[in-house]
């Protein structure tokens, strides 16, 4: 009888989903743990676990059932993660996840690695003049915990924004970062094993709407030099952390030629959205991969076997992922039940040409 292991993943959204599938179709098992009753990942397996990230007798049982755990979001309660690592190997490590946790340790701990935004805490009203002279303006105000597509943040354009920033933000550790004028935003989705084999995929080019994802575009609309450069930075900074897994790295491309190039502006320790396009025209998508790396298998192929565009379908947008032309169309559901606005029901890949 072949062994067939069970992969623990907490968190039950369209990532969670998406590797339950992948795991499925290497022969894994895969046990989605999230408080949602309604989790879309619920559907695409027969092992879940419907508890609070809270609950430890659940979390004990979880642990029981499965021979390894991993996780398709960030903000997991540092107890939970203590707790299931405690007991099953975890990947990506719980040192990694706590970095990314944590805009001041994840700023610098790039900033020791690679070139990053000007950055520095902020816990006071004094501490805000004093970054905002030491980096000057514009600049952006961000928690440093529990921020996502754009939650959490403020721009300071002049002076007499500061006070407004802070007031809106108080309350949370902070911190201040230089605003980067870019030319474009791009992310490399990169993924380690335990033996250290490394694999990139091609740069993304992402354009937000509302500091949501909008599109992820491959190839980027950038030299071949700076992909290049973008794809080793990401293997350094996995290198660096001893990581294991799949991770998303995003950088701004400077419009200024005094500036370096490219700047990390963070780091998702986790298949990411900018990787959906994967899917479509790469030998192993992300999902594959993080499987692949997780449990020791050999890394996939990454080649990208055509242009593509990905778009997400937010909110009632879902509601038209059959309109139009259907030829070189990958389209994906979530099946989500509420298209809230705002809410990533699915996606399209496009593919745009070989
Ligand atoms: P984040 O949550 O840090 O990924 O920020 C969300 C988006 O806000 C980024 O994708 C950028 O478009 C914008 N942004 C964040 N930080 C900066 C910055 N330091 N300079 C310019 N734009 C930024």
Do not use: C, Q, Y
């Given at each position: 009888m072949l062994e067939r292991r069970t992969i623990g993943i907490l968190g039950g959204g369209q990532l969670g989903r998406m590797l339950a599938l992948a795991a499925s179709r290497l022969g894994f098992r895969a046990h989605i743990y999230c408080p949602d009753p309604q989790s879309p990942a619920f559907d695409v397996t027969r092992w879940h676990t419907c508890a609070a990230y809270e609950d430890v007798g659940a979390l004990a049982q979880f642990a029981g059932a499965v021979d390894l755990v991993t996780y398709e979001f960030e903000n997991i309660p540092d107890a939970t993660v203590d707790f299931l690592a405690a007991r099953k190997p975890l990947f990506p490590s719980a040192e990694a996840l706590r970095i990314s946790q944590d805009r001041i340790l994840e700023k610098s701990f790039l900033a020791g690695l690679t070139s990053v935004a000007p950055f520095r805490k902020v816990e006071t009203r004094e501490e805000l003049d004093q970054a905002i002279a030491a980096i000057g303006l514009p600049a952006v105000l961000k928690t440093t915990r529990f921020g996502y597509d754009g939650k959490g943040q403020r721009i300071i354009?002049?002076?007499?924004d500061a006070e407004s920033a802070f007031s809106e933000l108080e309350g949370q550790i902070l911190i201040l970062e230089?605003?980067?004028?870019?030319?474009?935003?791009?992310?490399?989705i990169v993924a380690r094993s335990a033996s250290g084999e490394t694999a990139t995929y091609d740069p993304a080019e992402n354009v937000h709407r509302n500091h949501i994802l909008d599109t992820s575009t491959v190839p980027a609309s950038v030299s071949h030099e700076t992909a290049a450069r973008a794809r080793q930075v990401a293997v350094e900074i996995v290198s660096e952390l001893d990581y294991v897994g799949v991770m998303g790295v995003e950088f701004f491309v400077s419009k200024y030629k005094e500036?370096?190039?490219?700047?990390?502006?963070?780091?998702?320790?986790?298949?990411?959205?900018?990787?959906?396009?994967?899917e479509a025209v790469c030998v192993a998508d992300q999902f594959e991969q993080h499987i692949r790396a997780i449990t020791?298998?050999?890394?996939?192929?990454?080649?990208?076997?055509?242009d593509v565009q990905m778009k997400n379908l937010l909110g009632s947008e879902i509601e038209s992922i059959f309109d139009g032309a259907q030829d070189l169309r990958q389209p994906h559901d979530y099946g989500k039940h509420e298209p809230k606005p705002g809410r990533k029901m699915g996606h399209i890949n496009r593919i745009l040409g070989r």
């Open positions: 354009r002049v002076a007499s230089g605003f980067i004028d870019f030319t474009h935003e791009i992310s490399v500036m370096p190039k490219l700047l990390v502006n963070e780091i998702a320790p986790r298949v990411h959205n900018s990787g959906h396009w994967t020791g298998l050999p890394l996939g192929d990454t080649t990208r076997l055509a």
